[in-house]
């Protein structure tokens, strides 16, 4: 019996037994009281990331329950964005017909079997309203059924041993009821306000708190604290009310169409850098808080940032209120030309979100990342410190943080897909579904995928398409497979193979990042030849002749290469329509590629070709081996057989 197949049945074994031990040891040792409920799966929030993972399990008929806090499903969606305008696409009309290429442009949806589960028919606004998915995602719930326990707070999360190499999770709710389960799945996201102290703070209003009314800002001076999409969403809410809004952060304003990150800056809020470079008062400027202080004068609550370390009247920092007569002293004393030097109204913190790591027992949480926004985890999606507890949605973002979409909903609607495979195999013992095709279908198979695929297209560089080649002329296609974990491949999807091919999307090299000039004339290639050179999203195929080992995956990490160096590597070229379809500039320089790596000719032939090809020669090209040495022609379809049933009638016989 092959190794991992029998190692896990061993797990799905053990898995049986966890469960019936479980309901066992617990029902006698953690209480005895009805407070108890016991699951397979736990799913906390009931966020965009848990109602994707609910939906996979369900179709998988797993045991599973999503527990949401709030009454309703996307309760984070009820508040934020504050001003109410989303800046996800919502793209209804695309040209094409193709449900996959479509999701490409949806930025919104979540992966379902039902049609009518689509943005594009509850709202026709490029930039939807929040209110209106909020709709959409408790329809989704609703329609499909999900397994959801709401008004249901989740806090002292903790693992127990319930027997020597036996483990389960124990989580309480508000009213005192335990829940167990085998498998933890975090999809509470990145809701938290980010609250970092500084003196005077207690002067500031926060994001989450403000005033939406542009009336209460009528002819106001406004400081706003941070860069990112939340500050400039406010700027852009209330500028017309304001006499001047200044904004302030530590680092650059980074914008998407730069980066090609999408949570940086977006040019539908980006209103403000109209205003600040065409001379309207308005301005953007970098300092860290760690270098001013807030004062406001007790008269009549004007505010000002001053430098600390020109201050020369001192004042106890936890007391930052001044009569009038030292506040007035403190600003004459700043230089003359101190970018801040005038009074606000309000000053705005705009610091964004962080994970809220207190729902966790005191003695048992993840590790933060070093910025410590996000819980660690490792490539499979896993927490870092802790075994079957597992991150999707926002706060799985530390894998691709600033690379890709991981952290939004048209990213982390594929890395939950992603998951729920290796779960599959991890615990269920069912391998990574793949298709299995002759060698000579594989350039339409790439083809296909590089043109319509919205998985790798909007995971670019994170999840790729692993081609595994067999010695029998024949490949087995592994669909959005995490790029980090390729060199685990037998060990975590039950697929094995030596010869692999990997296709990836990837942006030039050096072609992204603040201050690049994007719209330089040289920017795009349509030579072939310079496909390597390509700026804008293209198909990159790797050909591993052995699959890289794990030093090889850590030092290309260190190196920021999306895979270690291959034997060979093709770079589509990047085409304006994203169309990798043409015969001279697209195919043939891939089939020429994937012939060099596989040592043989895989073009089509007709009959007649192969019947010389047979007698003048000791070898065939592979197509006829396939397909004329076998006696068979095309490949039978249901189309084709009931269009032969219509001829020939019912016995076939023609």
């Known amino acids: 019996m092959n190794k991992i197949v029998r190692m896990n049945l061993y797990r799905g074994v053990f898995l049986i037994f966890l469960t019936l031990t479980t309901q066992t040891v617990l029902s006698s040792d953690v209480t005895s009281d009805r407070n108890f409920y016991q699951r397979q799966y736990c799913i906390v929030g009931a966020g965009p990331s848990g109602l994707q993972m609910g939906y996979f399990l369900e179709r998988s008929n797993r045991d599973y329950m999503i527990f949401e806090q709030n009454n309703a499903s996307g309760s984070f969606y009820v508040k934020y964005p504050r001003h109410r305008k989303l800046i996800s696409i919502n793209k209804r009309h695309t040209g094409q017909t193709n449900k996959e290429f479509n999701f490409r442009h949806d930025w919104n949806s979540l992966i379902s079997d039902d049609e009518s589960l689509q943005m594009r028919y509850y709202s026709k606004d490029f930039f939807p309203q929040a209110d209106t998915y909020v709709k959409y995602l408790n329809d989704y719930a609703t329609k499909l059924r999900l397994k959801i326990k709401y008004n249901t707070r989740i806090s002292n999360i903790r693992k127990k041993t319930i027997s020597e190499g036996l483990d389960v999770f124990l989580m309480d709710d508000q009213n005192g009821k335990t829940y167990s389960c085998q498998v933890m799945i975090m999809g509470t996201g990145i809701g938290t306000p980010n609250k970092p102290y500084f003196a005077g703070m ?86 860290s808080m760690a270098e001013v202080l807030v004062i406001k004068n007790e008269k009549n609550g004007k505010l000002a940032l001053i430098p600390r370390d020109e201050m020369v009247v001192k004042i106890d920092l936890n007391y930052t209120t001044v009569n009038q007569t030292v506040f007035h002293k403190m600003m004459r004393e700043i230089h003359d030309n101190f970018p801040l030097r005038e009074e606000y109204d309000y000053i705005i913190r705009c610091l964004g979100f962080t994970y809220d790591f207190a729902i966790f027992n005191s003695t048992f949480s993840p590790e933060p990342t070093a ?50 495979h290796l779960l599959q195999y991890r615990y269920h013992n069912i391998p990574w579904p793949s298709t299995s095709q002759p060698i000579s279908e594989l350039v339409n198979n790439i083809i296909k995928r ?32 995490p790029l980090q974990l390729l060199h685990k491949l037998p060990e975590v999807s039950g697929r094995n193979a030596s010869k692999v091919i990997v296709l990836s999307m990837e942006y030039g090299k050096d072609y992204s990042g603040p201050g690049n000039d994007v719209f330089r004339p040289e920017r795009a290639t349509g030579d072939p030849q310079n496909a390597h050179h390509s700026n804008f999203l293209h198909p990159v195929l790797y050909y591993y002749r052995s699959l890289p080992t794990e030093f090889g995956m850590k030092t290309a990490k260190k190196k920021e290469q999306v895979l270690p160096t291959p034997q060979r590597i093709h770079h589509i070229v990047e085409d304006f329509l994203t169309d990798f379809s043409a015969p001279q500039s697209h195919i043939l320089p891939l089939r020429r590629f994937l012939e060099n790596c596989m040592g043989q000719d895989i073009r089509y032939f007709f009959d007649d070709f192969c019947f010389k090809s047979a007698l003048i020669y000791t070898e065939v090209p592979l197509m006829c081996k396939q397909y004329y040495m076998k006696g068979q022609g095309l490949p039978g379809t249901k189309s084709l057989m009931v269009h032969k049933k219509l001829l020939c009638g019912d016995e076939m016989r023609c």
Request: no cysteine; glycine share 8%; net charge negative.
């Open 202 to 287: 207690e002067h500031t209003e926060s994001y989450e708190d403000m005033s939406i009314d542009t009336d209460d800002f009528e002819g106001k001076s406004v400081m706003i604290l941070g860069r990112g999409n939340s500050a400039f969403e406010t700027a852009d809410h209330i500028v017309g009310s304001t006499n001047v809004i200044h904004m302030m952060a530590r680092s650059r304003v980074k914008l998407a169409w730069e980066t090609h990150y999408v949570g940086d800056l977006r040019a539908v809020n980006d209103g403000l850098l109209d205003t600040y470079q065409l001379k309207s008062l308005d301005g953007i400027l970098e300092a």
């Open 371 to 420: 910025n410590g926004k996000y819980p660690t985890i490792n490539a499979a999606y896993e927490v870092e410190n802790i075994t079957d507890m597992f991150v999707i949605g926002t706060s799985s973002h530390s894998l691709d943080f600033k690379k890709s979409a991981g952290g939004f909903i048209h990213g982390f609607r594929y890395t939950a897909r992603a998951l729920h």
């Open 450 to 481: 590089a043109n319509e695929a919205s998985g790798i297209y909007q995971m670019f560089t994170q999840l790729g398409d692993v081609i595994l080649l067999h010695e029998n002329g024949l490949y087995d296609y592994l669909e959005e497979f």
